[in-house]
């Protein structure tokens, strides 16, 4: 019979909602009713429902109340498995790991400390912010390793974005990681049925080498002007790959502030990003190089930026 | 060579005459004081006696002053949580609550805790003049993370512009406090900047490249060494880090050594690391330790290489975890037996000692790493050879080898740990050290006349004389007997009637006389169940 104390594992870049799922976590029957231990790492007011704490009196750990470097984190981790192994004995632990944690790190400290066999994952649940997602994907590494180690994904605020970009987001988070059961929501507000079915699956930690970026981000600056035609031809061509474009382009006769969200392009004359031509694209499913060049190609730069 | 030589020669990639040492101490130092993290960071005399007490006891070649990656933020208007038995942490983000740059603290060699930082530097400078100073500032990255906060990484697509005029505010901050160390006495600047391996090549390229490659350039003009050091999943960024042309780059265990020694071959620069913190330095015995800095040393080689752990030494990493790492590094013979003992690691135990040393001779076995290539070894085989003819065939010795896999399975099996040990009759008696001969003798004939006295116990012999003897008859003639094999025998009288029955003699069959012997098997040993078993078919 298998005696170690599950963990779930909730993970998400810093906004994605993790809170607001812990809470609606903690209120479900079957949680409820359970001795559990939690473990904090992202800094702020807590943000745990007060009268859910209260009335179930969790032991509730604070990990380095705000720290984000990885050392600092694991030893702190280590004495709480330690403390919560020994002396408290839950039922079940949750922990809420920090915004830029990575998932390997701390399976694979639960293995380094004696932990081991006191505790394991049983459920590794990531929230997904629908309106950032991309921006963030595109520029930190840990947001992609939390997606794909997940069991779950919950991609979340999904009424603070058109359907367009809510659809890019799952096709994002399906082609990160087409294992994992997936919902979207709002506050961080799932049925119960979708918690209960989550199945652990075990991944080894190794995550260190780092596989070419699924999203990649890049930036075109040049001092000529461009055609407008041709540059909202290239941005039809390329809507597939192009996930999130900002910036202003010199057309000669105006410039404009324009904007890529969902496949839709917003373009405003009276606003202006840069007195030039400068341009940040997030795109994938095509070699970032190749995307590169055709814009280099049409905003009229003789090398890259 | 002294130390300081020895860990700029490996910055310069030039000779050394071993891996320099330079252990990242920083709050690590409050529990040698026995104070916590936060005490020792507040106080320039505790950091001054915590180092002092590091230096005395690790024996490094280089150390920081001070390793607290939010001096800075502080200054500047972050809030900071403090922490038993961790560096602070940042807590609030000015630049993410209204604040503008220009709003921000001016920050310079007087400000908040720098002050006494520097204070404490230029006491290190002074007070261990042979010592590489290392000065630790927080890269520009990472600082711009603590004024604006985790929303940065989005803030890198939707104002890039702004994130990079952070990043150059920052990276002027960097310069200000450089100078204040180098004019402090420091050798070293190491730019300390974790949060860039949370992003791609890329984005390093267009927000940190630069910064950085600034910041080195202007160490250098000061005439100091630099250092980029950067803790965590940072392999993408190895050879963008490289190119910003620090003299030196220094990771932690995500990265595999071989790859930035090739990296750093290839760039012309010196490269350190990577000791694990937490599996070994912080939970693992001296031994691990030793074995993860020979390994480290294996693979870093003799050429721009600085052995290290991978970052901020975690407070709570036993002493004797650091004490044990500068014997390894200064002894090549302790790399040796390492280096062998290294093979153990998968080796099943294939035999079982648990009976070792029943024989009717005293068994020595030596456990050697090679008498006939290391002195050590030689010494303690020829001490035991010396004195084994005093015992005229009673005392056997043997070598093992352990470079050969039995005498390391043997090793194994008898709980051996270190090299040389002498073993008398499986008991594990001198450890790395050459007994004297009065001592070595004292141990064996300790274990003679132990030994002796278990066959006395084992032999005991008793006469039951069963039912009335009324004459005394049987008393005297077993007495008699007794006496003439001189032998120590007790003689037992049993006349109930119950006692007689349970030898299988009726009482009408009296007198009778039995003879038990005592075969005295174990001491504080319980034999395993079939051993039992054995014995008992054995009688």
């Not at chain 1, 930190?140 to 939390?146: C, D, G, I, P």
Request: overall charge negative; charged content about 25%; glycine content about 6%.
């Amino acid at each position: 019979m298998d005696n170690s104390i599950p963990i779930i594992l909730i993970t998400g870049f810093l906004g994605s909602g993790k809170t607001s799922f812990l809470n609606n976590l903690l209120g479900l029957d079957h949680i409820k009713e359970k001795k559990i231990s939690l473990i904090i790492n992202e800094f702020g007011k807590l943000g745990i429902d007060g009268s859910l704490v209260e009335s179930n009196e969790y032991p509730l750990y604070e990990i380095n109340k705000g720290s984000v470097f990885c050392i600092c984190v694991k030893t702190d981790l280590i004495k709480t498995f330690k403390d919560i192994a020994e002396n408290v004995k839950p039922d079940l632990v949750i922990i809420e790991a920090t915004g830029i944690a990575q998932p390997g790190d701390i399976i694979s400290l639960i293995k380094d400390s004696e932990a081991d066999y006191k505790f394991r994952i049983s459920s590794n649940i990531c929230l997904v912010d629908s309106a950032n997602f991309i921006k963030v994907l595109a520029n930190l590494k840990s947001v992609k390793e939390q997606v794909k180690f997940a069991d779950a994904v919950i991609i979340n605020k999904e009424d603070l974005v058109l359907q367009g970009e809510l659809n890019i987001v799952k096709e994002l988070v399906n082609a990160i990681n087409p294992s994992a059961k997936k919902v979207t929501a709002s506050f961080g507000r799932v049925s119960p049925s979708f918690i209960n079915n989550i199945k652990h699956r075990s991944e080894p930690a190794d995550i260190i080498s780092c596989p070419p970026p699924l999203v990649y981000a890049f930036s075109v600056e040049s001092g000529k002007k461009t055609n407008k035609e041709t540059f909202l031809k290239l941005l039809e061509n390329y809507k597939n790959n192009i996930l999130r474009l900002k910036g202003t382009v010199d057309f000669g006769s105006e410039k404009c502030f324009i904007e890529v969200a969902g496949k839709q392009v917003l373009l405003d004359n009276k606003k202006q990003y840069a007195d030039h031509t400068k341009v940040s694209v997030i795109a994938w499913n095509m070699a970032e190089q190749e995307l590169k060049n055709k814009f280099i190609e049409v905003c009229g730069v003789p090398e890259q930026v | 060579m002294k130390s300081k030589e020895r860990v700029l020669n490996a910055i310069n990639r030039e000779s050394v005459d071993r891996a320099p040492w330079v252990p990242f101490v920083g709050c690590h130092a409050g529990q040698l004081l026995g104070v916590s993290a936060e005490e020792y960071l507040k106080s320039s005399d505790l950091m001054f006696d915590g180092i002092s007490k590091a230096i005395e006891l690790y024996k490094p070649d280089g150390i920081p002053v001070c390793f607290d990656l939010q001096v800075e933020a502080e200054i500047l208007g972050c809030d900071l949580t403090w922490a038993e038995e961790n560096p602070p942490a940042v807590v609030s983000h000015p630049l993410s609550s209204g604040k503008k740059l220009g709003d921000l603290p001016e920050i310079n060699s007087e400000s908040g805790r720098l002050k006494s930082i520097l204070d404490v530097t230029k006491k290190v400078r002074s007070g261990f003049p042979d010592l590489a100073v290392y000065g630790l500032i927080t890269g520009p990255f990472t600082l711009a993370l603590h004024l604006y906060g985790s929303d940065i990484f989005m803030e890198m697509f939707d104002h890039a512009d702004y994130v990079k005029e952070i990043i150059g505010y920052c990276t002027e901050i960097g310069k200000v406090i450089s100078k204040s160390y180098i004019d402090s006495g420091c050798d070293v600047i190491a730019i300390v900047d974790p949060m860039t391996s949370q992003i791609g090549p890329e984005q390093f390229k267009e927000f940190v490249t630069p910064y950085a490659s600034s910041l080195f350039s202007y160490i250098r003009e000061l005439g100091a060494k630099s250092s980029f050091f950067v803790c965590g999943h940072a392999q993408q960024n190895i050879e963008s880090m490289c190119e910003c042309r620090p003299d030196n780059i220094s990771i932690d265990e995500n990265i595999p050594l071989d790859f930035v020694r090739n990296m750093s071959e290839k760039y012309k620069i010196s490269f350190g690391g990577n000791l694990q913190l937490t599996a070994v330095l912080l939970l693992g015995t001296p031994e691990d330790c030793q074995e993860n800095a020979v390994n480290c040393m294996e693979t870093g080689g003799d050429t721009g290489f600085i052995l290290a752990p991978g970052c901020d030494i975690p407070y709570a990493t036993p002493r004797e975890n650091l004490e044990s790492i500068i014997k390894v590094i200064e002894d090549p013979y302790q790399r040796d037996i390492i280096k062998a003992l290294d093979k153990n690691r998968n080796m099943e135990i294939l035999y079982n000692m648990r009976d070792y040393g029943q024989s009717d001779k005293v068994i020595v076995d030596i456990i050697t790493l090679d008498s006939e290539a290391c002195a050590p070894c030689q010494y303690m085989v020829e001490s035991v050879k010396n004195i084994t003819p005093e015992f005229e065939g009673i005392v056997e010795w043997r070598e093992h080898k352990i470079k050969n896999r039995e005498s390391l399975i043997f090793m194994t099996a008898l709980m051996v740990r270190n090299i040389p040990t002498i073993c008398i009759d499986g008991q594990i008696t001198f450890v790395s050290q050459i007994p004297p001969k009065e001592q070595l003798i004292a141990a064996i004939q300790k274990r003679i006349i132990e030994k002796l006295r278990l066959k006395i116990q084992r032999k005991k012999k008793v006469v039951y004389i069963l039912g009335d003897d009324k004459d005394k008859k049987f008393d005297s003639e077993i007495n008699k007997a007794i006496l003439e094999l001189g032998e120590d025998i007790q003689v037992v009288n049993v006349t109930e009637r119950e006692n007689i029955l349970s030898y299988g003699v009726l009482p009408e069959q009296t007198p009778a006389v039995v003879v038990g012997k005592y075969n005295l098997k174990t001491v504080r040993k319980l034999p395993a169940t079939d051993v039992i078993k054995e014995w008992l078919k054995g009688e």
